[in-house]
């Protein structure tokens, strides 16, 4: 009996009851109870950036656990946090910020809301109370993080309890952006008194499809946001740690954003761990000299000693072995096999960014397409999960070249 709730699962889905059960992970592969390997082409929801069972990030989380499992961050810290918090820091483009854990994606972004509304309430601005994003955003699950990213097939029942944002539409990546930055600049000059942030996902809308823009629209929203006083939250944690090629995405457009979240590959997905990274500028106007502007937020597990082991390993793997600009190589190939598919009939368009290639199908029925594709591909050894008509690849950064080209080979096939 499964007494799990599986998460984005359909019911039909997990009534089956032939899910794979993973028993262990080696490398870009998971396997089964019955030994069989699967090629992670998703890493785990775009966390393994490393793939699977890492022998340094292992040993790393090891050390740890004799050392200090757990100690909460309120009112004291430990060395893991402390050192963790520096690497960030100096991974951004001005290392005068402040670094704010939680334990998973969503609930860095929420900290940001948060974080966005006191500072103008600090400085004692009123009004700023709202938040933009991009159309069709997705920054987590929360209802504060559902606000900014509508999404009606995921959130519909939610609609009444939500305190939706101001949407901004993308404009697809090789078109021109001049009716969005309008639209764009439409809202800022109307509303800009009531934004505390815009929240964007950098250059890839992920739940959206890898939905991909240009780094100049992404550069002209960020000057606006400079004209009109309203902060810049960039939520890498999809895009973060070398998957698109740079470290964030956000360096393509040469920007430097009020706060950015990180999470998923922080840590290489070994363990739950996510950051909120915040300006000094920013941190400053919560002290409590005078006034007590305290930010009273905080989770249990926030910057977790073993999960901050785990993310400090993978830093250094990331900077040792330069994994960004590998993937950006790598990348490269990918693009190079995927793009030919644009000819194929059954496929609308294709886009890449770094080591993030989507498919999407085209026609009716393009969404049950899309499953029976995934279904052939997992019985070929490969996991997928497509977004409604796209089927997207995000395989682990070290991926072998060789069983990428498979990988790429066996999906042209099914298409």
Sequence with gaps: MDYIWHPYTKHSDAERGDLPVMVRGEGVYLFDAEGRGYVDLTSSWWSCALGHSHPRITA??????????HSILGNMSHEPALELAEMIVKLMPD???HVHFASDGASAVEAALKIAI???????VEGRMKFASLRE???GDTLGTVSLG???AFHHPFRDVLNRAFSIPVPPYDSS???????????FEESGHELAALVVEPLCQGAAGMRIYSADFLRSLDSMCREYGVLLIADEIATGFGRTGKMFAFEYAGIDPDIVCLGKALSAGALPISATVVKDSIYETFSDAGDDHTFYHGHTFAGNPLACAA?????KIYAEESIAAKAAILGSMMQERVMPLEAAEAVGNVRCLGMIAAIELAGEGASAD????????????YLIRPLGPVIYLMPPLNTPPEILEEAIGDLKSAI
């Design 60 to 69: 790393a989380i090891k050390r740890q656990a004799d050392l200090l499992h």
């Design 95 to 97: 290392d005068r910020r």
């Design 118 to 124: 006191q500072y103008w309430q600090n400085r004692k």
């Design 137 to 139: 955003a997705y920054h």
């Design 150 to 152: 509508y999404i009606e």
């Design 177 to 187: 952006p001049d009716d969005a930055l309008a639209q764009a600049r439409h809202l």
């Design 311 to 315: 993310a400090i390993e993978a830093q």
């Design 370 to 381: 899309a499953r029976r594709i995934r279904d052939e591909l997992l019985k070929k050894g």
